[in-house]
C-alpha cells in the first residue's frame, strides 16, 4: 500500500469515526482511543486540521 493509500484508509476510517460520535453511537473517550489506535496503526503523527 503506497502513500496516498495509507492517508486515504485513514482519512475514511477517521471520517466514519467522526460519524459515529455525532450520532451518539461511541462516546468521547472511545473516539479519542480509536484515533489513537488509527493514528499509531498508519504512522500519523498529527492532523493538520483546515477550517475555511
Known amino acids: 500500500m503506497d502513500n496516498n493509500e ?8 477517521v471520517s466514519y469515526l ?3 460520535l ?8 472511545e473516539y ?3 484515533l489513537i489506535a488509527f493514528k499509531m496503526e498508519y ?10
Open 32 to 34: 479519542k482511543k480509536c
Open 22 to 29: 455525532r450520532e451518539n453511537l461511541i462516546t468521547e473517550e
Open 43 to 52: 504512522g500519523i503523527v498529527f492532523d493538520i486540521i483546515v477550517d475555511l
Open 18 to 20: 467522526g460519524i459515529l
Open 6 to 13: 495509507k492517508v486515504l484508509q485513514y482519512s475514511i476510517k
